[in-house]
């Protein structure tokens, strides 16, 4: 007599939701996470000292104190400062918000044709934006 073994043929996975996410975000997150992180941190720096040095060095105000152009620009982007810095999701995700209004501003000082600043602007505060959106979602809680 002879012995057939049969083998038991599985069909292939579901190809849902949570397959293709596993599937494409689990052998990797925690690059992820670290690479925007970092880009954000550079983007937000960034984005800091360009408002440090714009009012100040590159194109000082005219008819405003530039202790008040500082106080309003800068100011936001203080307060959000400490648990971004310790990595805390909830403040990545207010910075995200707040870098928007940077980004209408800079889209603004670019239709004003203000100098090339307002591009800087722009592109920095889309940076830290999408990284910051990025972070989160590689952190997985809010």
Do not use: D
Request: proline fraction near 8%.
């Amino acid at each position: 007599m002879r012995s057939t073994k049969i083998t038991r043929v599985t069909a292939p996975p579901a190809v849902t939701r949570a397959w293709y996410h596993e599937q494409m975000f689990s052998p990797q997150p925690i690059v992820l996470k670290k690479l925007s992180r970092l880009g954000a941190l550079i983007a937000y720096w960034g984005l800091f000292a360009l408002w440090m040095a714009w009012p100040t060095q590159l194109a000082p105000p005219a008819v405003v104190p530039v202790a008040w152009v500082l106080l309003t620009t800068v100011t936001p982007l203080l307060l959000p400062l400490r648990g971004f810095l310790h990595g805390r999701p909830r403040s990545h995700v207010w910075l995200a918000f707040l870098s928007l209004a940077y980004f209408v501003h800079g889209v603004l000082e670019i239709a004003a044709k203000n100098g090339p600043w307002g591009a800087v602007e722009t592109v920095l505060s889309l940076v830290l934006f999408f990284c910051c959106a990025i972070y989160v979602r590689a952190a997985g809680k809010c």
